[in-house]
């Protein structure tokens, strides 16, 4: 009894230690980037057009909140379909399946680099797209689709079978229990991996600079080459001349994030509360 007392102990402490030590190192990170970057927070820094003087993150953030969407746009469905069909139609256990998740989870854990260099070949110089809003958004969609099919399998997978056996014991058939029953239950794990994937979308860089290019202006069409907010970070570090603004940046990419995930956690929330 005395060891199983210290043994619960023990891990309490571990436990306790790990969440301090987590949220001491995420908060040194955050203020770090707030004492670095507010006090560089100029007018100038966001004016309409970039320039050399101004550096102006205006064009990179338009950028940002436009490419954003448009990778959302086209692999949500297919990330959300495809798990509706592993989950909900493939048969249980088979090859197939097991297949595909293996093969999901691996392209889940590939730097966003070999993306961008697959990004490159292919659309940039295949499809013959050039450094394109377009050619960076498909590279974007391919590299979060992993994430989104997977949370949303798992989501899925989470409904309880007396569900369905309720709404398949009630008359309903097929389609109308997964689009009525266990969608909608699953609709908040489906958001929390859209969430984390559009995280990933406004703080990837590696895979925009071979795909979307680097040019500072806001994209008048699809085809044009534009960089995000935090390509635009990262130009600035590496020429050396802009520090101070590009941790500015950084301040401003952050806001963005957290604004995000907040409107898309109270979403679901939402959404949650309403089944």
């Known amino acids: 009894m005395k060891n199983k007392k210290l043994s619960e102990l023990f891990m309490a402490l571990i436990t306790h230690g790990a969440a301090l030590v987590t949220l001491g190192v995420l908060s040194f990170l955050v203020i770090f980037i707030f004492v670095k970057g507010v006090p560089h927070l100029t007018p100038s820094l966001f004016s309409p057009s970039y320039n050399s003087k101004n550096v102006s993150l205006t064009p990179a953030l338009v950028s940002t909140v436009l490419m954003t969407p448009m990778a959302l746009v086209i692999t949500t469905p297919l990330g959300v379909f495809a798990a509706i069909y592993l989950t909900e139609y493939a048969k249980r256990g088979s090859r197939w399946v097991t297949l595909v998740r293996v093969t999901t989870e691996a392209l889940s854990g590939i730097p966003s680099i070999v993306y961008g260099l697959f990004g490159s070949l292919f659309f940039v110089l295949f499809m013959g797209w050039g450094y394109s809003v377009l050619a960076g958004v498909f590279t974007l969609s391919i590299m979060i689709l992993p994430l989104i099919m997977r949370s949303s399998e798992e989501a899925l997978k989470s409904v309880p079978d007396a569900y369905r056996e309720g709404a398949f014991g009630l008359g309903a058939g097929k389609l ?100």
């Open 176 to 275: 109308r229990t997964v689009f009525k029953i266990v969608l909608p239950s699953a609709m908040p794990g489906i958001l929390a991996g859209v969430i984390l994937s559009t995280g990933r979308i406004v703080g990837e860089t590696a895979a925009l600079i071979y795909t979307a290019g680097t040019v500072a202006q806001i994209p008048s069409n699809p085809m044009q080459s534009a960089r995000t907010l935090s390509v635009h970070m990262y130009a600035l570090s590496t020429e050396g001349l802009h520090t101070n603004e590009s941790y500015a940046t950084a301040v401003v990419l952050l806001v963005v994030v957290i604004l995000i995930n907040m409107a898309s956690a109270k979403i679901s929330r939402r959404i949650g509360n309403q089944e």
